[in-house]
């Protein structure tokens, strides 16, 4: 393994640690909002929107950053039959071009959102009254460790690009 490839892997492994940290804060964070939100309509009769507005973001992020996390473990959506049945060196081609729309994707998305950064500097939260530049921050964060992700997952699966699942067609069937 060259050292490019190992510094992808440890960083990927190191972000990875802490981003799934940041994931279960957030649903702790987002489970608490939502029950004190349901009972303050419904046991004081007093809706509180502030914890509406915090279980939000809290989803909100949430989504954004185990996005990244489902793409280091192989968990999107993809369908990989017919790059499975290639030969090495064609699925290879196959995973390089995959992993580059998704880079070139989320490159898109860093850059398409500095303007909606710029404008909510000027713009807050109604409930919490957060600046929502910070909020819209998070969408350049999370694509930079999806971009790394990708990377690291290209890289890791250079020798068997597209593996075949370990079991038979016709015990699914069963």
Not at 58 to 83: E, K, N, Y
Not at 157 to 165: G, I, L, M
Request: one cysteine or more; a positive charge.
């Amino acid at each position: 393994m060259s050292w490019l490839a190992n510094f992808v892997h440890k960083l990927s492994r190191a972000l990875r640690l802490v981003v799934s940290g940041i994931v279960v804060a957030l649903l702790g964070v987002m489970l608490v909002s939502v029950l004190v939100q349901v009972a303050g309509r419904y046991l004081f009769n007093y809706p509180i929107s502030s914890a509406s507005e915090i279980a939000t973001f809290a989803q909100i992020l949430l989504v954004l950053f185990g996005s990244g996390i489902a793409l280091a473990r192989g968990q999107h959506v993809a369908i990989d039959m017919l790059p499975a049945l290639l030969p090495r060196n064609a699925a290879r081609v196959v995973l390089v071009a995959i992993n580059a729309v998704i880079i070139a994707f989320l490159a898109v998305l860093c850059y398409g959102t500095q303007p909606l950064i710029a404008f909510g500097k000027f713009q807050t939260s109604p409930a919490l009254g957060l600046p929502m530049m910070y909020i819209y921050m998070t969408m350049p964060v999370a694509g930079i460790y999806m971009m790394i992700e990708a990377l690291d997952a290209c890289i890791r699966r250079w020798n068997d690009p597209f593996p075949r699942p370990d079991v038979p067609a016709l015990d699914e069937a069963a």
